[in-house]
């Protein structure tokens, strides 16, 4: 079996990466639900909606400083010539891949939302922040569902 050389490996990693955070960068709306949430009962008020903002949500994971850091020391330790300076050089492009790999992660997994403040019919203010698939505005009503998650969606005449 051929042996892959790791400095070979580093831009498959970094597509790997990128293509797990990606994931993370939909904010979901009102119309996105995750699986273990089918099925299960949500509590439903109605409010209106009296303020809102865009707002910017990101992450605080630490994989693209791992994977960045992994990738960076194993092609780092590829340079040079004698042992010492494949340790340096894996120990530099540690540091570098971390930091890079963070900074990605980043980029990658931050986006905008909405934050909807929502008078609750039956008293009460409540703060939402979710993507404003529905394109609401202050003055609409609005169906509040309270499960795992709350959620606006536009209130049913």
Do not use: H, K
Not at 25 to 39: H, K, L, M
């Amino acid at each position: 079996m051929p042996r892959t050389s790791p400095a070979l490996l580093i831009p498959v990693l970094v597509l790997a990466l990128a293509g797990s955070l990606a994931g993370g960068c939909a904010q979901p709306g009102s119309g996105v639900y995750a699986r273990q949430e089918v099925g299960q009962a949500a509590f439903v008020e109605t409010g209106t909606i009296v303020s809102m903002r865009p707002v910017t949500v990101e992450t605080s994971g630490s994989t693209g400083a791992l994977v960045g850091a992994a990738a960076g020391g194993v092609g780092g330790s590829f340079i040079g010539g004698d042992w010492r300076s494949n340790l340096l050089a894996g120990i530099a492009g540690a540091v570098v891949g971390g930091v890079v790999g963070s900074a990605a992660e980043r980029g990658l997994t931050q986006g905008t939302a909405t934050e909807f403040i929502v008078e609750v019919q039956g008293g009460g203010t409540i703060a939402v922040v979710q993507g404003n698939d529905d394109g609401l505005r202050v003055g609409d009503r609005v169906t509040i569902l309270r499960g795992q998650r709350t959620r606006l969606t536009p209130a049913r005449s």
